[in-house]
């Protein structure tokens, strides 16, 4: 009897599609102000765990054994966080004290860590998974002959203290459309993906957003998302602490 059920949960929970994941926590934190006067925004706290130990609680929880962390702004704080408090998953620093790259640079910058595919992630993220943990959902859907990027979506309803208007549409095969200027998209982008080399093929040099590459996969109709099950918390600024406080303890 154990070994059939061992044997259906293996079944049931495929391997994750990458071990390894890149955590962008090298931004300037400035919407989180007065609170990133004097610490980089990963390590503000929120019940009690600094939000990069959030995340980084997550990919150890899914099996995601290494991590590789960008940072730029405060970036000794954060390399002695890393030194002192944390054992999984093991964490590889990518560093960007010289000239924040933004986080398709930050990507590029760190590609020849990073095994194809990997798992990217905000180092700010908080979010409740749903019936499987968000990493295990993303490699279910991976399909390397189609995809260039696999986005981790959350619609309105499930995005905590988020106030704007979403930023895509997904077409009944998964592929990913922009919200059009003026208009509400029934989706918000978390912050989560999944990435392969491919994306950041003949990259800009530099300093650039992720979306520079989105817009061409979504040209090349090889940009796709899948809708998170569970709870996503936004904690960009210090009013919406509480708020993820609340969710993260039932109060």
């Known amino acids: 009897m154990s070994d059939g059920l061992t044997e259906a949960a293996a079944v049931a929970a495929p391997a994750l599609a990458s071990d390894t994941a890149m955590v962008l926590a090298a ?22 765990k600094s939000l990069v130990d959030h995340a980084l609680d997550k990919l150890d929880a899914a099996g995601v054994a290494k991590a590789v962390v960008n940072v730029h702004y405060l970036a000794d704080a954060l390399e002695g966080h890393f030194k002192v408090r944390r054992q999984g998953p093991a964490v590889t620093i990518s560093d960007e004290r010289a000239l924040l790259l933004e986080t398709g640079g930050g990507m590029v910058a760190a590609q020849a860590l990073l095994p194809d595919p990997f798992f990217c992630l905000n180092s700010d993220n908080i979010w409740l998974d749903g019936p499987r943990d968000v990493f295990a959902e993303l490699s279910s859907a991976w399909d390397a002959e189609r995809m260039d990027a696999l986005l981790l979506m959350v619609p309105h309803p499930r995005a905590v203290s988020y106030r704007g208007k979403g930023d895509f549409h997904l077409d009944s095969l998964g592929r990913v459309r922009r919200r059009r200027s003026g208009r ?21 040099e530099g300093p650039f957003s992720t979306n520079v590459l989105w817009d061409r996969a979504i040209d090349e109709g090889r940009l796709y998302g899948i809708c998170h099950q569970g709870i996503w918390l936004e904690v960009g600024e210090p009013s919406a602490i509480a708020p993820a406080e609340a969710w993260l303890t039932g109060a």
């Open 27 to 48: 931004g300037l934190g400035k919407r989180m102000r007065p609170l990133t006067a004097t610490q980089p925004k990963p390590l503000v706290r929120v019940a009690g």
């Open 184 to 204: 509400v998209a029934p989706f918000i982008f978390t912050g989560i993906q999944l990435v392969s080399h491919r994306l950041l093929r003949d990259a800009p």
